[in-house]
């Protein structure tokens, strides 16, 4: 039977490649022999072994990573990563940078104040409502870090090229845009990503480590919040999130296999928003709400002339099989999160649906 499967737009957790689920339905109840689903082996078996080892693998070669870098994937999501950040790598009399540019990186930014750490806002983009990416920003000589959120989820803002910090390591939460185009790696010193938008499901975050930046981590930290227990036990100092790991490691196989690695990748996200905002452009009804050279391909944001058309528009496109289009609660209007696993199809599709509802309601 085929299953009943809708567009899906959501923002996170959101969509996954349909041969990934398949995998994961046709392995589901014996893993690769083993008599056992892959929710029920050990994580010190064999079979685990293989997938992380893997999933780690295939993460270096589709980055480009060097050896200089750890991979791990750890729990508590993005979020405990804005803490643990400043934690293991800010000392007395240390400093870090951020870059302000919406909901996230404000968080980001308060859960190291919490700690008493001294942070600088090196810029922000509040002044307009986030709508844009700070250029010019005076970055801190001798900071540790800058911080930087490389797609802005709930704005719709994404860094296209990365800032100069001067030789100060970026460390960026990449949550909703990680493996959607390649890196200059060499100018990061951490990035880290709530697997759940791009590459997988909620339950993991994946942290990639320079690893002198290890060195940093007070030993008088407790253990689970400690990089360096992370980095020394292959990320199984506990038992690790298997499930959501496998599901990364099948989303990466199909990353490389697939779709053939990150410049391919980013090829077909451009060409995906650059139809839909296209169609943003070429409309009086449709408004984006980013600034033209700072828009994400990920999560595309727009207004309808008011909230009840957009209440309207977010109802009668779920009838038509159109799921995830609200605009995050903080901000409203409407929102097509367009992650990789979303085709062209898909955006063709949506772009069918937007100008008919133009059409009949502009
Ligand atoms: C850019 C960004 N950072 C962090 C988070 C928080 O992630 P988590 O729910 O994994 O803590 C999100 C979630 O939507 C996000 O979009």
Redesign the pocket.
């Known amino acids: 039977m085929t299953a009943h499967r809708i567009y899906n737009f959501n ?2 957790p959101a969509a996954l490649p349909l041969s990934v689920l398949e995998t994961i339905q046709a392995e589901f109840l014996d893993f690769q022999g083993s008599g056992m689903s892959v929710t029920e082996i050990s994580h010190r078996s064999k079979w685990f072994d293989a997938v992380i080892e893997d999933a780690i693998a295939r993460t270096r070669r589709l980055l480009g990573l060097s050896d200089q870098y750890e991979v791990l994937f750890l729990q ?7 803490a643990m950040i400043p934690m293991n790598f800010l000392g007395d009399g240390d400093t870090a940078d951020y870059v302000n540019t919406g909901t ?1 990186a404000t ?1 980001a930014i308060k859960e190291a104040r919490i700690q008493g750490k001294t942070v600088t806002e090196a810029a922000t983009s509040e002044d307009r409502g986030f709508a844009y990416i700070p250029k010019d920003i005076a970055f801190t000589p001798g900071a540790v870090y800058a911080h930087i ?1 490389s ?4 704005k719709g803002t994404q860094w296209d090229a990365f800032p100069e910090t001067g030789g100060v390591p970026l460390v960026a ?4 845009d990680i493996m959607s185009r390649p890196l200059p790696v060499d100018k990061f010193g951490m990035i880290y990503a ?4 791009n590459i997988g499901p ?1 339950g993991v ?1 994946m942290v990639i480590l320079r690893k002198d930046l290890l060195e940093r981590t007070p030993s008088s930290l407790p253990t689970m919040l400690r990089y360096t227990t992370f980095a020394e036990k292959n990320s199984m100092y506990n038992t690790p999130p298997c499930f959501a790991i496998y599901t990364i490691q099948l989303v990466l196989k199909w990353l490389e296999e697939t779709i053939g690695g990150l410049e391919k990748m980013a090829a077909v996200n451009q060409a995906k928003g650059d139809k839909l905002y296209s169609l943003l452009d070429g409309s009086d009804f449709y408004q984006g709400t980013a600034d033209a050279d700072s828009r994400s391909l990920m999560n595309v944001t727009f207004r309808l002339p008011s909230e009840d058309l957009e209440k309207q528009f977010v109802a009668d496109a779920l009838a038509a099989g159109f799921g995830g289009l609200k605009g995050h609660r903080s901000v409203g209007g409407c929102r097509a999160s367009i992650y990789n696993a979303t085709g062209m199809d898909a955006i063709e599709a949506l772009m069918d649906f937007m100008r008919e509802f133009e059409r009949k309601m502009g």
């Open positions: 923002a996170g508590g999501g993005a979020s405990m990563q804005f996230w968080k959120t797609n802005n989820t709930i939460d990449m949550s909703s709530g697997a759940q938008k909620a975050c």
